[in-house]
Structure formats: structure tokens, C-alpha cells
């Protein structure tokens, strides 16, 4: 579209923003749409739509005057009137209009194609699911009667379907769907001002689309509040279709099958999604999002473009009321009195809200870190250049023999993904405990305890359970492997932490710092302060850095460093770097052989040999991964632990060509 989008949409448990009470019915529904010259007027068109959907005649009207009135509004607002005879056009009007080859036209016609096939498909599916009794996958007589479910047809859909005019001013260089056939998203570039900016596409509501839309939120919001979930099993999705469902069918009968579309799409997406921001956190692309203030565009970090400022934005009054709903999303609470949250949203996105103007004087904002739904593996990491095959098998081989490994580096320099990919290396039937403040660590093990901190359910503290807490507990439970998501200031958890590597654990986290200089600086200087003789305990850091090539944003790591205690026995550090790159050829360097590998063939009696072997056969294993774009993460997992269990197998059917990782991830060889 090619006016910014404004506001968010009502959604769950969205009772006010902060400036109290629900002043406005129509509170949380973006308001979209714009009434030009010529168009009835505003109230005319609300007062008509809102008799359209609740039932209610209009004033001063019958019940048979209002539907008139409906019908003149409705056609006087769309641009032409249906109570004008037909009129059979001349031949030469009935011509096929010329082929729009310009660029725009292209995106247009190819984009409404999406469209039109994929409201073909819904149609073909839901005659089939009539003909088996079900209508529109949900049991018959619970869902729309058959004529409502009528697809738009394709005139609707080549006219009102899409606003087309954002195209006029900037080049399109990407486009893909995220919600099809409703939301798509276009990555613009604007020659004159030589910036790329990323462009949500929605169904355009007209005026009396839109008035349409806010009285059918009301009215669902007024019936959804006060019901109870008696059935376990159903979920709030269920419940709200069902209503919303009821609701259409009961109080819609006058808009026409394609504006019903379009006004599902938007009711599931403020009620059960994100609202405005929902089409950013669909993108697989986008890693945060990010609000700065009120009517200031938001942005997104893209993976492929960067920081990018995007077509939607947010009015003081609706921004409010959108961040006190996230925060209730988070089961947390944000008031003008407790005006700042740090929470995690149930897919797990990490989010930051702050509440009002006194201690932000842009307003309200927010910032979402998107979670992967699906972690990257060990492979993802090589085939993007962060790591190379010989590190990542020599990281397997450190991890699979206990050794213990900090990932150090700045924002986004991606140390937790890093940490997470490198988790598929930890024995399958190991146990593990994890410990962090918001849920980021995915692993591919069973034998796994995943323990999250707990902020405090009152002004005086009381419930709280931090990190030192579960990090002591997590010493009584008898864990092989420690992860802890991140070590910043507390000194008793960074104390804990290397406690549990000098007594025999296995421990991972990470810390913001650009060197293995800087990491040592920071453990051992307060307010941290661990002593030198814990740090010795510790065996690998691993540096990464988000860096700039060719005008893309990538991330790389910079070193892998082993700590040793000296040969004097001094009270001191060693450092012995392994692992470099190489920034003109952009590409990782073995610069010394490893001391820490030494000391792995000392307590397992190999020789030199030994460890090049096993080194050469995990390098094999991964490099087989990568030639053969092998990245799904069960797939991965599979063949990694079917490794750890039986080498031989996983060796002779690389060497035959024939490992079907597929196969190994649905439990069979």
C-alpha cells in the first residue's frame, strides 16, 4: 500500500493502553482507511455499516429502508451504483484491455495471480470437504453456510483487492508472501534517495470496509471477554473462529464474499497474531523489529539488507495500547508506574517495552528479537562462512570430550545461535541443564532440563528466581553438560559457573566482548572478579564479530583461542590461538595445533594419529552434510548422533553416497 499503515489491532486481553480505560471502541483497529473528496460522508458511512453488522436499523428507518440505504452507500463508496440498469457494452468496450509490461504492471499481474490461484485452491477444497460433510474444515452447521463462503471473484480481486501505488516512486528488487494470499512484502529501492526500504502489502479496506471491521471487533470483543475456556482441549484460536464465524454469519449477510476475506484476514490477524507487526514476524528474513516512538516508521534488521525502515508506523494513543498488550502476551505487567518490561513472547521472540513519554521522549517503544522456531544447525554455520569444517570438527571433538567453551562477541554477532548449532555435538543420552533469562537455547536432546528465570511476582521481591538460584540447583541435579545463556554482571553466577567446571561439569555460556583479551579482562575484574585459578579451568573461547563484506552484513568468527595455565605454573593465563581468519581472503586459518586435543589423547591414550583420524572423519561427516545442502535440523541431529553411536555405518554409507539422513531422522537405517 502506498500509505503507511497506523495503529495495531485489538487482540487478546487488550483492555486499555496507557492512558486507562477503553475510551474508544474502537481502540485497538488500525485505522487503515482514509475518506477522499467525494466519498459520503464519514458518519453516514459508520452509521450504515455499523446497522450492516449489528443488526440494528439505523435511525429514523425500517428495517427494509436501512438495507436500501446499505446498498445506495455501499455501491456510492465502491464507485458505482448497482440500482443503474445494466448496459451491454459495444464490441470495441468489450476488448481485452492492453498488457501492462511495464515493470509495475508485472509485479501487479503476478501478484494477483498468486492470489486468484490460491483463492482457487481454498474454493476447491472447501466443494471437497462440502462433499464429505465438513464445510471449510470445520464440522457442518458450526461453520459459514456455503453461500458465504464464496471466494471473491476475480474482478473483485483484480480491483480491491491490493493497492498498487507504492510502486510509482521506487523499484521493487524482492518480493515474497508471508501470509498468502493476504500479506506480502516487498523490499523498494528508491533511486533518489539510494536507500532500499521494506513495504508491507495488505488488503486495502475502503471507508466502509473499515467501519465494517471496527464494529465486528467491538462486537467480538464485547462476546469474547467474559467467555471461559471449559473445555481443556479447546485452544483460544478455536473459540475465537467459532465466534467469529457465528458473528459474520449472523450480522454480515449484506457485504459481498471478497470484503468478508478481507475482513477474516484482519480479525484473526489483530485478535489471535501481532497486529500491524504481524506480516514482520512471519518473515523468516527479519531478525528484529523494532518501534523507536510514536508516528516514527519501525524498522526491521533483515538478514540480506540490514537495518531497514518499513511503511508501518504507529499513532501515540495506539502505540500505547499495542505495548501493554504485547507485555500481556508476556504474562507481565507494564504500567506508567512500571514503565519498563524485558519479557519473552510465547514463540519465544524476546521482547524489550518501555511504557509513555517521561523517561522516553519519542513515546512508547519496542523491540522484538524474533526466535527461530527452528534453530540453525552446525551446518548452517559453514555453509554461511561463520565457521569452516575444520573448526566445526574440531569444536565436535572438544565438546563430545567435555571440554568447556566460552562464546564471546558483541550485539547480533550471533554467539547464542552459535552456542545453539554447536549443541548438536553434545552426546544424545547426556544429561543437560540449561539456564537463562529468556528462552533462547533449542537442543536436540531428551535427556535435557531447560530452566528459565522468574521475575518477581511482587513490589517486594518476593517469587523471584534468578540465575544463581537455578544455577545452584542445577549442580544438585547432576548434570553432564551446563549451558548458562549468558553471564553479565552477577558475580555469584560467573563464581557458580566456573565452581561447576573445576568440579567435573561440562559448561557453556557466552559474554559480550570483541577478544579473548577482553573476556579475560572481564572475568577477572569486577564486578565479576573470578579468580585466575577458576579461569584456568576453562578451555576454549571462541570469538565472533558481525562485520561488513561487500556491502552485506555477515557474521564470522574471528578466533578460536585455548586457555592454559603456563608451564611456570604462574599465576597467570595462557592463550593459545588455533583458529583465525583471514580477513582479505575472507577464510579461517589453522595458525597452531591444538593443545586442548593433546590433552584429550592423553586421558583417552591415542596418539598423534588417533586424533588426526578422528578430527579427518567428523571433518568427512560435515563436509558430506554441506556438499549435499543436507540443513533440515532433525536431519542433522540424526546424522550427528547416529555418529556418536556407530562411526562405521554413518563412514560406509558416505563413502557409497547412499546416506539417507531423511531416513536416519525417521528412526530407520
Known amino acids: 500500500m502506498s500509505r503507511e499503515h497506523s495503529g495495531d489491532g485489538a487482540g487478546e486481553g487488550d483492555t486499555g493502553g496507557a492512558s486507562g480505560g477503553d475510551a474508544d471502541d474502537r481502540d485497538g483497529v488500525a485505522d487503515d482507511a482514509t475518506v477522499s473528496t467525494g466519498e459520503p460522508h464519514a458518519s453516514d458511512a459508520e452509521e450504515a455499516a455499523s446497522a450492516a453488522v449489528s443488526g440494528v436499523p439505523s435511525a429514523g428507518g425500517s428495517a ?36 501492462d509490461d511495464t515493470p509495475a504492471g508485472k509485479v501487479r499481474r503476478a501478484v494477483l495471480d498468486d492470489v486468484i490461484e490460491s483463492v482457487a485452491a ?29 471466494p471473491p ?42 536507500t532500499y526500504t521494506y513495504h508491507v502489502v495488505e488488503p486495502e479496506l475502503d471507508a466502509f470496509e473499515q467501519y465494517v471491521r471496527e464494529d465486528l471487533v467491538r462486537i467480538l470483543r464485547n462476546s469474547l471477554m467474559y467467555q471461559a475456556l471449559e473445555d481443556d482441549d479447546v485452544d483460544r484460536e478455536t473459540v475465537f473462529r467459532e465466534r467469529a464465524t457465528e458473528i459474520i454469519r449472523e450480522h454480515a449477510a449484506t457485504v459481498e464474499p471478497g470484503v468478508v476475506h478481507k475482513l477474516i484476514y ?12 504481524d506480516a514482520l514476524m512471519r518473515d523468516g528474513s527479519i531478525e528484529d523489529v523494532s518501534c523507536d516512538g510514536a508516528d516514527v516508521p519501525v524498522y526491521v534488521y533483515h538478514r540480506g539488507y540490514r537495518d531497514l525502515r518499513t511503511n508501518v508506523t504507529f499513532e501515540e494513543k495506539r502505540l500505547n495500547s499495542f505495548v501493554v498488550r504485547l507485555a500481556q502476551r508476556a504474562g507481565k505487567h507494564l ?48 555453509k554461511w562462512n561463520t565457521f569452516s569444517v575444520e573448526q566445526m570438527a574440531y569444536l565436535w571433538l572438544c565438546i563430545e570430550n567435555n571440554r568447556s567453551l566460552v562464546f564471546a562477541g558483541g550485539t547480533g554477532s550471533g554467539k547464542t545461535t552459535s552456542m545453539n548449532a554447536l549443541g548438536f555435538f553434545v552426546p544424545p543420552d547426556s544429561k543437560v541443564v540449561s539456564i537463562e533469562d529468556t528462552r533462547e537455547i533449542t537442543l536436540p536432546n531428551q535427556n535435557w532440563i531447560q530452566s528459565v528465570s522468574r521475575s518477581s511476582v511482587s513490589s517486594s521481591g518476593r517469587g523471584e528466581i534468578g540465575m544463581y538460584q537455578l544455577l545452584q540447583a542445577a549442580l544438585r541435579q547432576r548434570p553432564e553438560y551446563i549451558i548458562v545463556g549468558e553471564i553479565r554482571t552477577e558475580q555469584r553466577v560467573a563464581l557458580t559457573f ?18 579473548v583479551e577482553g573476556v579475560l579482562a572481564r572475568l577477572q575484574n569486577p564486578p565479576l572478579s573470578v579468580p585466575t585459578q577458576m579461569i584456568q579451568e576453562l578451555d576454549v573461547v571462541c570469538v565472533q564479530k558481525q562485520i561488513l563484506k561487500e556491502d552485506r552484513r555477515v557474521r564470522r568468527n574471528q578466533t578460536v583461542s585455548e586457555i592454559r595455565m603456563p608451564e611456570d605454573g604462574s599465576d597467570d593465563v595462557d592463550v593459545n590461538t588455533v583458529f583465525e581468519r583471514n580477513a582479505r581472503e575472507d577464510r579461517h586459518e589453522k595458525v597452531r595445533e591444538s593443545k586442548v ?69 525417521g528412526g530407520g537405517k
Do not use: C, M
Open 498 to 515: 566456573f565452581q561447576a567446571i573445576a568440579t567435573g561439569h561440562t559448561a557453556y555460556t557466552t559474554v559480550h566482548s570483541d577478544s
Open 266 to 277: 484482519y480479525l484473526l490477524r489483530d485478535f489471535l497474531g501481532l497486529g500491524q507487526i
Open 153 to 194: 471473484s476475480r474482478e473483485f480481486v483484480e480491483e480491491r483487492w491490493f493497492d498498487f501505488s507504492y510502486l510509482e516512486d521506487a523499484v521493487e528488487v524482492e518480493r515474497h508472501w508471508v501470509n498468502r494470499p493476504y500479506a506480502y512484502v516487498s523490499i523498494l529501492y528508491d533511486e533518489a534517495e539510494k
Open 122 to 150: 481454498e474454493e476447491t477444497a472447501a466443494d471437497e470437504a462440502a462433499a464429505e460433510g465438513v464445510e471449510g474444515g470445520v464440522e457442518a452447521g458450526e461453520g459459514l453456510e456455503a453461500d458465504e463462503l464464496t
Open 64 to 99: 427494509s429502508k436501512r438495507r436500501g440505504r446499505l446498498s445506495g452507500l455501499t455501491s456510492t463508496l465502491r464507485g458505482k451504483r448497482r440500482d443503474e440498469p445494466a448496459r451491454t457494452p459495444p464490441a470495441e468496450e468489450r476488448l481485452e484491455p492492453p498488457v
Open 335 to 382: 504500567s506508567i508506574s512500571d514503565p519498563l518490561v524485558d519479557a519473552s513472547l510465547p514463540d519465544g521472540s524476546r521482547i524489550q517495552l518501555t511504557l509513555g513519554a517521561d523517561i522516553s521522549t519519542r513515546g512508547s517503544n519496542f523491540t522484538v528479537r524474533k526466535f527461530a522456531d527452528v534453530p540453525y544447525t552446525p551446518i548452517d554455520l559453514v
Open 597 to 665: 586435543l593433546d590433552d584429550v589423547a592423553d586421558i583417552r591414550g591415542w596418539d598423534r594419529e588417533e586424533v588426526e583420524r578422528a578430527l579427518d572423519q567428523r571433518e568427512r561427516v560435515l563436509a558430506y552434510l554441506v556438499d549435499n545442502d543436507v540443513t533440515a535440523y532433525d536431519e542433522v541431529a540424526a546424522v550427528i548422533h547416529t555418529f556418536s553411536k556407530d562411526p562405521d555405518y554413518v563412514l560406509e554409507r558416505i563413502e557409497a553416497d547412499d546416506l539417507d539422513a531423511e531416513a536416519l531422522a
